[in-house]
T-cell receptor
Framework: GQQLNQSPQSMFIQEGEDVSMNCTSS?????WLWYKQDPGEGPVLLIA?????ELTSNGRLTAQFGITRKDSFLNISASIPSDVGIYFC????????????FGKGTRLSVIA | NAGVTQTPKFQVLKTGQSMTLQCAQD?????MYWYRQDPGMGLRLIYY???????DKGEVPNGYNVSRLNKREFSLRLESAAPSQTSVYFC???????????????FGDGTRLSIL
């Protein structure tokens, strides 16, 4: 079945630094989704991407749909302590009723 | 604006006890999902219901059963709890429309289940 490889698995950064993480799939996706999970809560959607090459921002977060349609990137600029959490990429394998496929997450820690 | 509501938020069980985790969504979504989250394992799909009246196994269905009670509610049952089922359980829902862009899933805040 579909697999998503998300990297890095974890990151420790200083407050104010920029962050980059990425996700690759074993096959073509037509949608990429990025979620954030705060400690003790459920994942919340950050950004949705629907076209190859699309670049979308949400505040300090920017995500890109790779032109090969097999990868996506999430960047966080000028990190702050509340950016701490687990970031998940996700995508569907087709437009039918199959569930989304999730990466295993990137755990971000921000050192003040 | 409740979204996806899960009950209970916390539960401790003894091995062999049974329990039903409840999930309800108020977004008129047709698809609902149950995941478990363990350290380093990400989100693993247990069961899902693509539409009212249907249920399908996910990646890790053993030891669980589900019921799609109506469009709003999707419950997860542990018939005989085992320590390996200690985890955080998340319910999610999503709207699926043929020929439309893939819609994201919306998650509840989870049920933290410990089995002794």
């Amino acid at each position: 079945g579909q697999q998503l490889n998300q990297s890095p698995q974890s990151m420790f950064i200083q407050e104010g630094e920029d962050v980059s993480m990425n996700c690759t799939s074993s096959s073509i996706f037509n949608t990429w989704l990025w979620y954030k999970q705060d400690p003790g809560e459920g994942p919340v959607l950050l950004i949705a991407l629907y076209k190859a090459g699309e670049l979308t921002s949400n505040g300090r977060l920017t995500a890109q749909f790779g032109i090969t349609r097999k990868d996506s990137f999430l960047n966080i600029s000028a990190s702050i302590p509340s950016d701490v959490g687990i970031y998940f990429c996700a995508g569907p394998s087709n437009s039918g009723n199959t569930p989304l496929v999730f990466g295993k997450g990137t755990r971000l820690s921000v050192i003040a | 604006n409740a979204g996806v509501t899960q009950t209970p938020k916390f539960q401790v069980l003894k091995t062999g006890q049974s329990m039903t985790l409840q999930c309800a969504q108020d977004m008129n979504h047709n698809s609902m999902y149950w995941y478990r989250q363990d350290p380093g394992m990400g989100l693993r799909l247990i069961y899902y219901s693509a539409s009212e009246g249907t249920t399908d196994k996910g990646e890790v269905p053993n030891g669980y059963n589900v019921s799609r009670l109506n469009k709003r509610e999707f419950s997860l049952r542990l018939e005989s709890a085992a320590p390996s089922q200690t985890s955080v359980y998340f319910c999610a829902s999503r709207s699926i429309r043929q020929g439309r862009y893939n819609q994201p899933q919306h998650f509840g805040d989870g049920t933290r289940l410990s089995i002794l």
